[in-house]
């Protein structure tokens, strides 16, 4: 007894879309053979209102195929608080064993402890863009004069660093 498959051959293509969208296929993220190191970047205590050196992530191919990068960007809680000073993927297609760069600084705009997430988008199939999140976390400080009395009666300022709050006096 023969049996004709010949009928099922258009059955396939339905078949592999549904189990991708029940969640039974692998998923999307896993064909962008991209990855970035290091997966966060931290950075010293900075003045509000300063900003500080680079600091570098990159972003490379590891694996056979090539790899899209979408587009760089901050987001996360505190965005503004940190700039991308240079970079480098935006737009690559990154072939296998290459890579690109992102720079970004620390410039607080206000005190105490800041985070955000460097965000680069990658195309996977379908043209969906599935981002890698970098942890970006700093802490910034205030610094505000304080008034004293110098010798002869004469008033003068001295800096004083004080984390997270400004005061005057």
Request: charged share 15%; proline share 7%; glycine share 12%.
């Given at each position: ?46 003045l509000v209102g300063k900003t500080s050196s680079s600091q570098g992530v990159s972003v490379s191919n ?108």
């Amino acid at each position: 007894m023969d049996i004709d498959l010949v009928p099922f051959r258009r059955l396939v293509p339905a078949v592999l879309l549904a189990l991708g969208a029940c969640g039974l296929w692998p998923t999307l993220a896993a064909a962008t053979p991209l990855g970035a190191a290091p997966s966060s970047l931290s950075f010293a205590q900075e003045l509000v209102g300063k900003t500080s050196s680079s600091q570098g992530v990159s972003v490379s191919n590891p694996l056979p195929g090539r790899g899209q990068v979408e587009g760089v960007s901050i987001g996360g809680a505190d965005p503004d608080d940190f700039e991308i000073t240079a970079e480098s993927c935006a737009g690559a297609a990154l072939e296998p064993f290459e890579g690109c760069e992102v720079e970004v600084a620390f410039a607080p705009q206000a005190g105490g402890a800041r985070s955000a997430v460097l965000e680069i988008g990658l195309e996977g199939e379908a043209t969906l863009v599935v981002p890698l999140a970098i942890a970006l976390t700093g802490v910034s400080l205030f610094f505000a004069a304080r008034s004293f009395i110098a010798d002869a009666g004469k008033t003068a300022s001295v800096g004083q660093r004080i984390a997270g709050l400004a005061t005057a006096s």
